[in-house]
């Protein structure tokens, strides 16, 4: 698998783990306070981070650190507040 081709499947599943989490979300499958929607927004965001880096996209790029920065802090939350609880 070539260089660019991993980037476009990074891209493309970061896509597809964000719809799929918004989805679930928009369902009332899941919360914003699960760790399988936080996890599935953290390794899409960083599928977009890998490919608009390799692209260039800068936007998208920071906007898409931020969004992990986002989710990983509210992971960090989730698992402080699982901890307290016993």
């Given at each position: 698998m070539?260089?660019?081709?991993?980037?476009?499947?990074a891209?493309?599943i970061?896509?597809?783990?964000?719809l799929?989490?918004y989805?679930?979300?928009?369902?009332?499958?899941?919360?914003?306070k699960?760790?399988?929607?936080?996890?599935m927004?953290?390794i899409?965001?960083?599928?977009?981070?890998?490919?608009?880096?390799?692209?260039?996209?800068?936007?998208?790029?920071?906007?898409?650190?931020?969004?992990?920065?986002?989710?990983v802090?509210?992971?960090?939350?989730?698992?402080?507040?699982?901890?307290?609880?016993?």
């Amino acid at each position: 698998m070539t260089i660019d081709l991993l980037m476009e499947v990074a891209g493309w599943i970061g896509a597809i783990l964000i719809l799929a989490g918004y989805a679930l979300l928009t369902a009332e499958k899941v919360t914003s306070k699960s760790v399988s929607y936080q996890a599935m927004n953290v390794i899409g965001a960083t599928g977009f981070i890998a490919n608009g880096v390799w692209h260039k996209a800068w936007p998208s790029a920071i906007l898409n650190v931020i969004w992990v920065g986002i989710g990983v802090a509210a992971l960090i939350g989730i698992y402080a507040r699982r901890r307290a609880a016993g």
